[in-house]
């Protein structure tokens, strides 16, 4: 039996479950990291969302959707809210249409030796993993909803990725031929 590579496993399992439609544009929701994504989809994402800014955000997707790709809540447990990040995950999954497909990257990896001390005080990669493995689960609960876990990448500040890691995270997150870059 050959060795399967995972990246190249998710890239057609999403290709299979968007399915060949050019109907129905993409969406993004998230926050700062989202917001720096330029393609040709509908970028809903604002730069220091929290996850309750997600929840409004998430009212504007088209019921024409094809694909919603949800990032975020690493500025709520900057803000104290870890506690809350799942209730609104639930929320912001009911609230997207039902016939849209959605990628789940949950909240994202931060590189820990630049974060700032304060940072350190209040997220881990081991307490985001843990986050992440509980939305994941609320994800794969919903029909056509697939978790996306993203890979560690560099950041200019602990947090936020560089040019260079934005497009890496843009050609990983959304499955070529959905959406074009745009310069």
């Known amino acids: ?24 544009p993409t969406v993004l929701l998230g926050d ?10 509908i ?8 996850l309750a800014e997600i929840c409004k955000q998430a009212r504007n997707v088209p019921a024409s959707a094809r694909l919603v790709v949800v990032e975020g809540g690493i500025n709520d447990i900057r803000n104290g809210r870890g506690a809350q990040v799942i209730a609104y995950y639930t929320v912001i999954l009911a609230t997207i249409p039902g016939n849209a497909s959605v990628r789940m990257l949950g909240v994202l990896p931060v590189e820990e030796g630049k974060l700032a001390p304060e940072w350190l005080s209040v997220t ?7 986050l992440n493995r509980r939305i994941f689960a609320l994800c794969r609960a919903r029909p056509n909803c697939l978790p996306h876990p993203v890979s560690p990448f560099e950041t200019t500040d602990g947090i936020h990725p560089t040019a260079r ?7 990983e997150i959304i499955p070529v031929g959905l959406v074009q870059p745009r310069p």
């Open 32 to 41: 700062s990291i989202m917001a720096a994504i330029k393609s040709d989809a």
């Open 124 to 130: 881990t990669n081991e307490k985001i993993s843990e």
């Open 1 to 24: 039996m050959c060795p399967l590579n995972t990246r190249f496993v998710r890239y057609f399992a999403v290709v299979l479950l968007v399915g060949c439609s050019e109907q129905g």
């Open 165 to 171: 890691a934005i497009e890496e995270v843009r050609k």
């Open 43 to 50: 970028n809903l994402a604002v730069s220091g969302a929290t």
